[in-house]
T-cell receptor, first 115, second 113 residues
Framework: GAVVSQHPSRVICKSGTSVKIECRSLDFQATTMFWYRQFPKQSLMLMATSNEGSKATYEQGVEKDKFLINHASLTLSTLTVTSAHPEDSSFYIC???????????FGPGTRLLVL | QKEVEQNSGPLSVPEGAIASLNCTYS??????FFWYRQYSGKSPELIMSIYSNGDKEDGRFTAQLNKASQYVSLLIRDSQPSDSATYLC?????????????FGQGTTLQVKP
């Protein structure tokens, strides 16, 4: 149990385009989902926390207008990187926790490359 | 002072040995503690969670928590080359109580055949 999926696993896009990443909890209801970013050989960096049906809470320094987060249901959250630039190239990972799953379980991650 | 601290390593142990990974935390209000394993290029995978003082065993893994000393550790018995990865310690439920995990910087473990 406690499976979290992400789609796509890898995406390459041109500078200036927008990219949407989906995060799904497959076998539990995720009341809270978290979005992280990780650059090579660096630690996980929390970008934002989203609760189902409410606005996401962004960490300091993360542009909410650039990284749009939607948590429309108890099993799905999306992260949209708007007008992506090469410096946004990174490994984006979501995690989910719920009332029955207090622990955070991570998705497999999405590797974004912006050319 | 970082909220959760780990020695970045690398920690190198021979195959079959016990690997001991340590973590300290600064927020006395932290309630829950987690160990995640992250292979290079992959996302973190939960190994253990621990909430009470003492030891918790799961297969070859034993997590230890000492709230008085604000110390969490992970022991890996009979270490295998496949255990080579970065191990992340995380706390939750501290004074901010936001539900966020506070991660240490991770310890790289190398198990040599």
């Amino acid at each position: 149990g406690a499976v979290v999926s992400q789609h796509p696993s890898r995406v390459i896009c041109k500078s200036g385009t927008s990219v949407k990443i989906e995060c799904r909890s497959l076998d539990f209801q995720a009341t809270t989902m978290f979005w992280y970013r990780q650059f090579p050989k660096q630690s996980l960096m929390l970008m934002a926390t989203s609760n189902e049906g409410s606005k996401a809470t962004y960490e300091q320094g993360v542009e909410k207008d650039k990284f749009l987060i939607n948590h429309a249901s108890l099993t799905l959250s999306t992260l949209t990187v708007t007008s992506a630039h090469p410096e946004d190239s990174s490994f984006y990972i979501c995690s989910a926790s719920g009332t029955s799953r207090e622990t955070q379980y991570f998705g497999p991650g999405t590797r974004l490359l912006v050319l | 002072q970082k909220e959760v601290e780990q020695n970045s390593g690398p920690l190198s142990v021979p195959e079959g040995a016990i690997a001991s990974l340590n973590c300290t935390y600064s927020d006395r209000g932290s309630q829950s503690f987690f160990w995640y394993r992250q292979y290079s290029g992959k996302s973190p995978e939960l190994i253990m969670s621990i909430y009470s003082n003492g030891d918790k065993e799961d297969g070859r893994f034993t997590a230890q928590l000492n709230k008085a000393s604000q110390y969490v550790s992970l022991l890996i018995r009979d270490s295998q080359p496949s255990d080579s990865a970065t191990y992340l310690c995380a706390s939750k439920g501290g004074s901010s109580n936001t539900g966020k995990l506070i991660f240490g910087q991770g310890t790289t473990l190398q198990v040599k055949p």
